[in-house]
């Protein structure tokens, strides 16, 4: 596996790769990976012929109270995992090279930006958008990897890549769960044991709700009222949203004509953590 650091390096990789006909799949992570990020790697392994993961803690998409120093970088441990796997190219700039002084521009999906994490994080998407986009234009992938478990961040990508052209297929992959259902998430590491166990009040909320779905029940008031009712049973949890909407405008809902997200986050302690469920008819 190389591992480079430059603009140059990474792109001159990608596209040796695909003056040969290869096709190069690319999975961004901000690293602290676990089983979720390995299964985006597997899936690009399956679909492409050169494999670049970047590992990057993209500051501009962290709030000023929010975790941005803390954020776990254990970056040996995330090299010998991503070796392990075969990747082919691990891009980890610093943040002088993805921002070099002056720079101005960002990337904005109006509308979108704001709804979900997007209400309860201002300026996160703003951030998200503006670095994924960055890293397309350097790697030049054909395809690129990301999970279902951040459904609006995808969705929004989604969107940014149709308007703005991009040449790259966007893949959702599932939400890889530990065993007892919590959601994989690099800031699991935060939770202390009770907070574990309180944090599994996530998951249970929506299965209640994709439960109550499945026997029949289509009134959204009636289906997060359910959610909220498991959520408020769990002293350890703070709701932070619930919502039922389109999993690809994030528009609320009017009713179940298509396939329906619920989308969840909470506060455990201080960290705050998301989760989601696809509804379909």
Do not use: W
Not at 50 to 59: E, G, Q, T, Y
Not at 122 to 138: A, M, N, Q
Not at 148 to 165: F, W
């Amino acid at each position: 596996m190389k591992i480079v650091g430059q603009i140059p390096a990474v792109r001159a990789e990608s596209r040796a790769a695909r003056a040969d006909g290869r096709r190069v799949g690319f999975v961004p992570t901000m690293g602290a990976l676990h089983e979720g990020h390995l299964s985006l790697v597997r899936a690009a392994k399956a679909q492409a012929d050169l494999v670049i993961v970047s590992i990057f803690v993209n500051p501009t998409q962290f709030g000023p109270n929010e975790d941005l120093a803390r954020y776990p970088r254990p970056f040996e441990k995330d090299r010998a995992l991503l070796e392990q796997e075969g990747v082919d190219v691990l891009f980890a700039p610093a943040v002088e090279e993805m921002y070099p002084n002056g720079a101005v521009t960002y990337v904005t999906v109006e509308g979108m930006s704001e709804r979900l994490c997007g209400r309860s994080r201002p300026g996160h998407f703003r951030g998200v958008t503006t670095v994924v986009s960055k890293l397309f234009h350097i790697v030049e992938p054909d395809v690129a990897f990301f999970g279902q478990k951040d459904a609006a961040q995808l969705a929004i990508i989604r969107r940014m890549t149709q308007d703005l052209n991009f040449s790259v297929e966007i893949m959702g992959c599932p939400i890889v769960r530990e065993p007892d259902g919590l959601a994989m998430s690099s800031r699991n590491s935060y939770l202390d044991p009770g907070q574990r166990k309180a944090a599994l009040v996530l998951n249970r909320a929506l299965t209640q709700m994709a439960e109550n779905f499945r026997a029949g029940e289509r009134g959204i008031a009636n289906l997060l009222a359910a959610g909220k009712q498991v959520l408020l049973e769990e002293p350890g949890a703070r709701l932070d949203y619930l919502e039922i909407v389109d999993p690809d405008s994030l528009d609320p809902i009017l009713d179940f004509s298509k396939p329906a997200l619920v989308a969840v986050a909470a506060f455990v302690g201080n960290t705050r953590l998301i989760d989601n469920v696809l509804l379909n008819t």
